[in-house]
């Protein structure tokens, strides 16, 4: 079946460091795959994504690639802000045909902590 | 334009009591989520609605869940009876037949059950 699988957190980062989440997923066809971030106390919201192979999504100095020979799309940013700390979720897109089409499968979400 | 609005916002109750969730989607969105999210995981998808119209719900357990949307805008979520294994954060979210890939949240229901 359909699933996501990202690093373990939490991740604890001096303000300026170099970030990255992995992310790996499995899936039948070719999904699209998504970072959500959900800042504390708010609901989750869509950071970036990518639907095929080799695109990079990007969005307020996050970046991923979708790595189709590798199955995964790591989130990067050069430079992380205290504001920056929130949990992180990658997820895919159900491509299966049918009634599961278009739904979201998530992984567990890593905590990233920002130290100023 | 306003976001998807949820509510209560939290809600504590006795095991053994029925429990309702209210979502209203971003105007002119058609399909609408329900996803349940336990601590320190991520979503997973309870039912998935086209406009009225329920079109994905394997994932709800239909012994004690139900939900509707019975004009194809606001949407319900109800537990009867709770368990205490139902603590969780009730997500809702939507998205437009233009760009199904994007979802917007709802900042969530937070149950719990004692």
């Known amino acids: 079946g359909n699933s996501v699988t990202q690093m373990e957190g939490p991740v604890t980062l001096s303000e300026e460091a170099f970030l990255t989440i992995n992310c790996t997923y499995t899936?039948?066809?070719?999904?699209?795959l998504f970072w959500y971030v959900q800042y504390p106390g708010e609901g989750l919201q869509l950071l970036l994504k990518?639907?095929?192979?080799?695109d990079k999504g990007s969005n307020k100095g996050f970046e991923a690639t979708y790595r189709k020979e590798t199955t995964s799309f790591h989130l990067e940013k050069g430079s992380v802000q205290v504001s920056d700390s929130a949990v992180y979720f990658c997820?895919?897109?159900?491509?299966?045909?049918?009634?599961?089409?278009?739904?979201?499968?998530f992984g567990k979400g890593t905590k990233l902590s920002v130290k100023p | 334009e306003a976001g998807v609005v949820q509510s209560p916002r939290y809600k504590i109750i006795e095991k053994k009591q029925p429990v309702a969730f209210w979502c209203n989607p971003i105007?002119?969105?058609?399909?609408l989520y329900w996803y349940l999210q336990n601590l320190g995981q991520g979503p997973e998808l309870l039912i998935r609605?086209?406009?009225?119209?329920?079109?994905?719900d394997s994932q709800l357990p239909k012994d004690r869940f139900s939900a509707e949307r019975l004009k194809g805008v606001d949407s319900t979520l109800k537990i009867q009876p709770a368990e205490l294994g139902d603590s969780a954060v009730y997500l809702c979210?939507?998205?437009?037949?233009?760009?199904?890939?994007?979802?917007?949240f709802g900042p969530g229901t937070r149950l719990t059950v004692l």
């Open positions: 105007s002119g969105h058609n399909t």
């Open positions: 979210a939507s998205s437009s037949g233009l760009d199904t890939d994007t979802q917007y």
């Open positions: 990518a639907t095929k192979a080799d």
């Open positions: 997820a895919l897109s159900a491509p299966n045909y049918g009634g599961s089409q278009g739904n979201l499968i």
């Open positions: 609605y086209e406009n009225e119209e329920a079109v994905d």
């Open positions: 899936a039948t066809g070719y999904p699209s």
